[in-house]
């Protein structure tokens, strides 16, 4: 299985940075989520973070809380989860990070729910609404699957809880460009580059930014910044969201966009070797 | 974060990175003037001209003749606005104020803390967004136009099924965004830490008052003190007083709904089961994947699929019990008040009262049960209207 240190270090050998896109699993069911998943695989993505619907997602924006909506009225649940992650395995080994809330992780029972996504190919879980305070409850049932771990780091976040996230990370941190909830914006937060470049400072785990991500542009200058990955999240999700009537224009769209992202990316001036 | 804010395993702060700086901000603030003597004064005086404390207790003799045994109304449905919410939004939003925040936001389900929050922006000149969910405004539409001429803008909440936990989870949303200068006056003993305990710490004065007046008023302490169960502010407000008074009972009463085995209720404490909702560890009604589920229930503040913390742990420990009561014993005890004593309790309330009613024959005439009459009933005049319509 293809782990986080095997991505990153090649891609800073090229001074490239990851194209990390993010879907909710089953939007809008799980045939056309499997379908999007393998275009934007296609389309270059060079690590994949995918959301478990949740009925309170309260770090989410509507475009993001829409899509779980539509997942979950799917049938999507965490046990289907887990078949599709083992589907996008099949198409392809590309690490896979998962994003959901601290309720869909405890109701299975932490340790089942690492180690059962784990064999299904996932390389890390992040919780959103769990912090580094209570950061014991998962580290070592994640650890002991195997997996990485994934924490978030906002613009507000003091200086010494930086240095304690980065010494409990060992997948990427999450880097949250802007104060607020997931959801496109037309501007990238000024923030973006002083954080970056605190947090390159302070840390050699890889650095990873999302959040109000939506144009190439955007994501050139990401990684100009110096991360290490893009993650683009609502804008792809409004993507699905324009095209449920027409699946083969939602796939060119989406392929489309994401080449675009690439191609920005690959053409920024990364600034690390 | 100084303190884990923990009742047992229960409470915590389960919230994204983002609010963490806001919520060790709160924490900081409330421990240096919580105790601060100015900060005392100043609130004991608007406690008392403002908000109009103490409130009675009152011996209800013609609706204890019907039950059978002496009930006592700790009346929080005379304080201004209409409910206990106005002990904690006054202490809140002094604190907010010392804290040098300009804006207030603040969820709602009944209206009822909704509006005792955009009370307190008019009184303390603070620009004030209350979050409700839709169905919510639909059902509590004199409290809507109420905080609106207060000035407060209300914003309806679409997502889920437009009650408390959808306005809850906007709320926190916004809150996110707006962490600087936004103060989140949260409306229960619910929700992360140190809001738990915040709103105990300002809801406790009706446990004071009410222990003294027992042992005024009656010459001992009561058999037995039961509340309603939203969030459990109330409630545990009233408990605190009697905490360490270990003969007294203590009784917690939530939404029963269209009845326990129809699933349409919000008995969180009766029939949930422990998870992680809007950054607390708690009961918490959900599938068996982990989802929140609907509550229903006739009174919108009790329609929470969470509870607070500090209930769990004393569900856990035996220290209090608690019930539910279904929505047509609620609207029977709401009608046997207003007949027997002229007061309108609000539904919250009302759950109470159902259970003293269901009392009936278990307990000697010389018991001595104190409710706490949360909140009264004009609010409700509509919906019991709907239900029951008066015969003439
Ligand atoms: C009158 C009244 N009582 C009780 C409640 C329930 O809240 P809590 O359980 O926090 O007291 C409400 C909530 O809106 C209310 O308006």
């Not at chain 1, 992780?105 to 190919?121: C, E, K, T």
């Not at chain 1, 002991?144 to 409990?168: C, E, K, Q, Y």
């Not at chain 2, 029963?256 to 918490?284: D, F, M, N, P, W």
Request: aromatic share 8%; proline share 4%; hydrophobic share 40%.
């Amino acid at each position: 299985m293809k782990t986080y240190s095997e991505v990153f270090s090649g891609l800073r050998s090229q001074k490239r940075a990851a194209m990390i896109p993010f879907f909710v699993i089953g939007d809008p069911d799980f045939d056309v989520s499997l379908a999007v998943v393998e275009t934007a695989i296609d389309a270059g993505a060079d690590v994949l973070e995918l959301g478990i619907p949740f009925s309170d997602p309260i770090a989410d924006g509507p475009t993001i809380q829409r899509a779980d909506i539509r997942a979950m009225n799917a049938g999507m649940n965490v046990g289907r989860a887990l078949e599709f992650i083992r589907k996008v395995k099949a198409y392809r080994d590309i690490p896979i990070g998962l994003l959901m809330y601290y309720n869909l992780v405890s109701r299975y029972g932490a340790s089942r729910f690492f180690s059962d996504f784990h064999q299904a190919g996932v390389n890390s879980v992040l919780v959103a609404d769990l912090s580094i305070d209570d950061a014991d409850e998962i580290v070592a049932p994640a650890a002991s699957a195997g997996l990485d771990t994934v924490f978030m780091v906002t613009p507000n976040t003091a200086a010494d809880r930086i240095g304690l996230i980065a010494s409990r990370t060992t997948g990427f941190i999450y880097t949250v460009s802007v104060l607020g909830v997931t959801g496109s914006r037309e501007s990238l937060s000024d923030a973006v580059e002083g954080l970056v470049g605190r947090l390159k400072q302070l840390t050699d785990v890889p650095v990873c930014v999302g959040f109000g991500i939506s144009k190439p542009e955007h994501a050139a200058a990401v990684a100009e910044a110096g991360a290490d990955g893009v993650i683009i999240g609502s804008k792809i999700v409004s993507l699905i969201e324009n095209n449920l009537n027409d699946e083969e224009k939602m796939l060119a769209d989406i392929s489309t966009f994401l080449t675009e992202v690439k191609a920005a990316i690959g053409n920024a001036a990364h600034p690390r070797g | 974060m100084k303190y884990k804010g923990r009742f047992g395993d229960y409470g915590g702060f389960y919230v994204p990175e983002v609010l963490i700086p806001a919520l060790e901000e709160l924490e900081e603030a409330f421990y240096r003037f919580h105790e601060d003597e100015g900060f005392v004064a100043e609130l004991a005086q608007l406690f008392r001209d403002y908000a109009g404390r103490p409130s009675p207790l009152y011996h209800a003799k013609r609706f204890s003749e019907h039950v059978g045994f002496k009930v006592y109304l700790k009346r929080e449905d005379l304080l201004h606005g209409g409910a206990h919410k106005v002990n904690n939004t006054l202490g809140q939003g002094l604190l907010a104020r010392h804290m040098g925040k300009t804006r207030l936001i603040a969820e709602t389900g009944a209206g009822q803390h909704g509006l005792a929050t955009a009370m307190i922006g008019a009184l303390f000149g603070m620009q004030t967004k209350i979050f409700m969910g839709v169905t919510d405004v639909e059902r509590q539409s004199v409290n809507v136009h109420k905080m609106r001429l207060c000035g407060a803008e209300v914003i309806g909440v679409e997502g889920g099924t437009g009650t408390l936990k959808d306005a809850i989870n906007d709320a926190l949303r916004y809150w996110t965004a707006h962490v600087g200068d936004t103060f989140y006056l949260f409306g229960t003993a619910g929700g992360p830490h140190p809001y738990p305990v915040i709103v105990k710490h300002f809801q406790s004065c009706i446990g004071t008052e009410a222990r003294r007046q027992c042992l005024d008023q009656i010459g001992r302490l009561p058999d037995m003190v039961v509340a309603c169960v939203g969030g459990g502010s109330n409630a545990i407000g009233i408990f605190s007083g009697f905490m360490d008074d270990r003969d007294v009972r203590l009784v917690g009463v939530e939404a029963g709904g269209e009845g326990l085995s129809t699933g349409r209720h919000a008995a969180t404490l009766v029939a949930g089961q422990v998870g992680i909702l809007h950054g607390a560890k708690v009961y918490l009604l959900q599938d068996e994947h982990g989802q929140v589920c609907d509550t229903e229930s006739i009174s919108a503040g009790l329609d929470y699929p969470g509870v607070g913390p500090e209930h769990c742990w004393l569900k856990d420990t035996g220290r209090a019990e608690y019930a539910a009561a279904d929505d047509e014993d609620v609207l029977d005890a709401f009608e046997l008040l207003t007949r027997t004593e002229g007061i309108l309790p609000a539904l919250e309330s009302s759950h109470a009262l159902a259970y003293i009613c269901s009392l009936k024959g278990k307990l000697g005439p010389e018991q001595v049960v104190v409710v706490n009459l949360s909140g009264r009933g004009d609010k409700d005049v509509s919906i019991v209207e709907s239900h029951r319509p008066v015969q003439q």
